[in-house]
């Protein structure tokens, strides 16, 4: 089940990058009790992306064109984000 920020997480990242792929996964239920956890099924996410936006771009300033693109979401929204940014070919 795709939750409501799933979904708004991959329309940003749609809108922002243009990815050839994408993926968002919801890692809530693996940190069920754990700090961070606030019950709602939505507070760890994993996001796997691939753009043409990430060619020549450092591992670190991709986690914050994603961190970016993503506005208020990672550290107030969710918990915890996930980045893998991945150029094509790589």
Excluded: C, W, Y
Aim: negative net charge.
């Amino acid at each position: 089940m795709t939750t409501p920020v799933a979904a708004e997480i991959e329309a940003l990242l749609t809108a922002a990058f243009a990815p050839t792929r994408l993926a968002v996964i919801n890692d809530s239920a693996k940190h069920s009790g754990h700090s961070g956890d606030d019950g709602s099924g939505a507070s760890h996410f994993t996001v796997e992306i691939e753009s043409a936006a990430f060619v020549g771009v450092s591992r670190l300033q991709r986690q914050r064109l994603v961190n970016a693109a993503l506005g208020d979401i990672p550290g107030g929204r969710v918990h915890a984000l996930a980045v893998k940014a991945r150029a094509p070919g790589e």
